[in-house]
Nanobody, 114 residues
Framework: VQLVESGGGLVQPGGSLRLSCTAS????????MNWYRQAPGKERELVAR????????NYADSVKGRFTISRDNGKNTVYLQMNSLKPEDTAVYYCNTLITKNYWGQGTQVTVSS
């Protein structure tokens, strides 16, 4: 199992970024996919979750209405569209799936700063 994130970077408050996570080594379309984040000095937290077919999504209260999770099962990729970014969204963002155990990507840094 391999999860590879991309799309992070530095953005000004109010800006947007789209993260991507490309998966391999398992039947992508059969599993829920998650985005987590971890800010310095804080615990890793669940940001968004999407069901295997993409019809069900859940979000942390702190990102509802600003972030959108989606997936393309034909491309084995899950996305996180982040709009109206705030400085408190600054964190390393991780892609995750639970199969027989938790699998994690290497993370991508998102920094929101003027």
């Amino acid at each position: 199992v391999q999860l590879v994130e991309s799309g992070g970077g530095l953005v000004q408050p109010g800006g947007s970024l789209r993260l991507s996570c490309t998966a391999s080594g398992f039947t992508f379309s059969a599993y829920y996919m998650n985005w987590y984040r971890q800010a310095p000095g804080k615990e890793r937290e669940l940001v968004a979750r999407i069901s295997s077919a993409g019809y069900g999504t859940n979000y942390a209260d702190s990102v509802k209405g600003r972030f959108t999770i989606s997936r393309d099962n034909g491309k084995n990729t899950v996305y996180l569209q982040m709009n109206s970014l705030k400085p408190e969204d600054t964190a390393v963002y991780y892609c995750n799936t639970l199969i027989t155990k938790n699998y994690w990507g290497q993370g991508t840094q998102v920094t929101v700063s003027s």
